[in-house]
């Protein structure tokens, strides 16, 4: 299983970016996704999750400005980012639950990390 994360890259502040993230191989089924973000000198950091139901959770920094969303059917996540700021600067990373063939097992996998830079 891979996940191949695009779409980052420098923006204004006030401006806009949109985040996809791929996820392919032997998948029975995507059971959570999430896009995570390192920013420099700080630690991870949780951004946005969803479910296979399409629960979604923000981080309070992002609620009203980012919006994570899945397509079960083609295995893929985006993140639309609104309003971006400067401290929103960051490699952000994908991370989807999978459950895989034969036996079903749960297993993490993380995309390749795509960066974000906002500038003020």
Known sequence: VQL????????QAGGSLRL?????GSISSITGWAWYRVAPGKQREL??????LNNTNYVESAKGRFTISADN???TVSLQM???KPEDTAVYYCSADIRVPPAQLQF????????????S
């Open 20 to 24: 996809s993230c791929a996820a392919s």
């Open 73 to 75: 059917a083609k295995n």
């Open 108 to 119: 993490r996998y993380w995309g390749q990390g795509t960066q974000v830079t906002v500038s």
């Open 82 to 84: 609104n309003s971006l």
């Open 4 to 11: 191949q994360a695009s779409g980052g890259g420098l923006v």
């Open 47 to 52: 951004v946005a999750s969803i479910t296979s």
